[in-house]
């Protein structure tokens, strides 16, 4: 008797399933948004419905404090994976939601219980987890690793108010980005990846100096006085879900200019955890060595104060990690092909896709340094961890047939 084996193979522009016995898996980014604005949790009932296009998602967390760059990396994201993200058509104009052929980015402000007026009333800020509905985030979030549909509240930035719920399919990327992916542990469980954005202290400030002295109008004492009411609650509910992070993104200012407090040439870390599976961290030369390189000069056009990169093994939270550094700002990005043939491990399907990247969006803040930079690389390593689960999925039910 004949025995024959079926492979299944899928990719991030799959139909929704391969054949009759195997579906597309799909992935779910997972964010949020740092807004102040609070809203009421919209009382109308919650449907489920299971969608024909998942059968175990992939989730991905997304953490950071506000204007810490996460829409920007959200759209280098979808890039990697194809497709610009758009508000949902025919839905509401006020919805959080950006929808790609391959992605869905929700935003964790949806989540919030209390609106601008009951955060003003009990004192609260919408970092603190009781202006926050935490059952409701576990249970949509689980629903959607499971395959089913949503109906998901739009908390409504302009009104501070909650709108009537959105339905959401899972797609094959679901991306949330904000303030407490990591926060709660039930949540925090559903994760099969997760990211931190950590903005420095003197780099946020010195951002939001030119952000809202100079295109809103603030005083340089009302900036202040917004940073220090909000950093108990930074300190205390978002900075510690860091340490759980498997890939953190460090922005100081440079070590490159001595007494530097313009914030405009930045030092970037790639914080990446060690053991994690289907994740295997970039680095520079040589695995597991410590390594500083300066690669200005004939091949590297770099002016004042120039750019210098390092590597090498350390810890962070007690967990064994690999860090990749870089100080300085690219003067022109094709020349970044000389850096990328420096990285292994980088996941790309081709020479120069890193190089290629980055130029697709050289108009995106952070493009001519490690921001840029290390955002796309972590694109890329997720498109690799997400095809890297699809294909032992897609395996398991060919091996149990053939017992």
Request: net charge negative; hydrophobic share 35%.
């Amino acid at each position: 008797m004949a025995i024959s084996s079926l492979h299944a193979t899928t990719s991030l522009h799959s139909p929704c399933t391969t054949n009759a016995s195997f579906r597309q898996n799909q992935i779910i980014f997972f964010t949020t948004r740092s807004n102040r604005r609070g809203g009421t949790r919209h009382g109308g009932a919650r449907t489920f419905q299971v969608s024909c296009s998942v059968d175990k998602p992939v989730v991905i967390g997304l953490a950071a404090d506000s204007g810490c760059g996460k829409s920007t990396f959200m759209r280098r994201l979808t890039s990697v994976f194809g497709g610009a993200a758009e508000p949902p058509k025919g839905g509401n104009p006020d919805s959080n939601t950006l929808i790609s052929d391959t992605t869905t980015v929700i935003c964790l402000d949806d989540y919030h219980s209390l609106d601008r007026t009951g955060r003003k009333e009990k004192g609260v800020t919408a970092l603190d987890p009781r202006a926050n509905d935490f059952d409701l985030m576990y249970e949509q979030v689980k629903a959607i690793k499971e395959g089913k549909a949503i109906d998901k509240p739009i908390y409504n930035h302009v009104t501070g108010l909650l709108d009537p719920p959105e339905l959401i399919q899972p797609p094959k990327i679901f991306v949330i980005e904000g303030l407490h992916p990591m926060f709660d542990e039930r949540v925090r469980d559903l994760l099969d990846f997760s990211i931190y954005l950590d903005i420095s202290d003197e780099v946020k400030f010195a951002w939001k100096i030119q952000r809202d002295m100079a295109e809103r109008g603030h005083s340089l004492e009302s900036i202040k006085a917004s940073i220090e009411a909000r950093k108990p609650d930074f300190d205390a509910f978002i900075d510690p879900q860091k340490q759980y992070a498997d890939a953190v993104i460090e922005v100081l200012p440079t070590q490159l200019i001595p007494d530097d407090n313009e914030g405009k040439v930045l030092r970037v870390k790639l914080i990446m955890k060690e053991g994690v599976k289907n994740f295997n961290p970039v680095y520079l030369f040589d695995e597991g060595s410590s390594i500083t390189w300066v690669p200005c000069g004939r091949k590297l056009t770099c002016s004042y104060p120039g750019i210098k990169f390092s590597y090498g093994p350390d810890t962070y939270f007690g967990h064994e990690v690999s860090v990749l550094e870089m100080d300085g700002q690219f003067d022109r990005l094709d020349e970044l092909i000389y850096v990328e043939s420096h990285l292994s491990n980088l996941s790309t399907k081709f020479y120069g896709e890193v190089t290629q990247q980055m130029l697709k969006h050289a108009d995106f803040p952070g493009s001519n340094n490690g921001t840029g930079l290390f955002q796309t690389i972590i694109g890329l390593k997720i498109r690799d961890l997400y095809e890297q689960i699809v294909a032992e999925r897609a395996g398991a039910p060919t091996e149990a047939a053939k017992v």
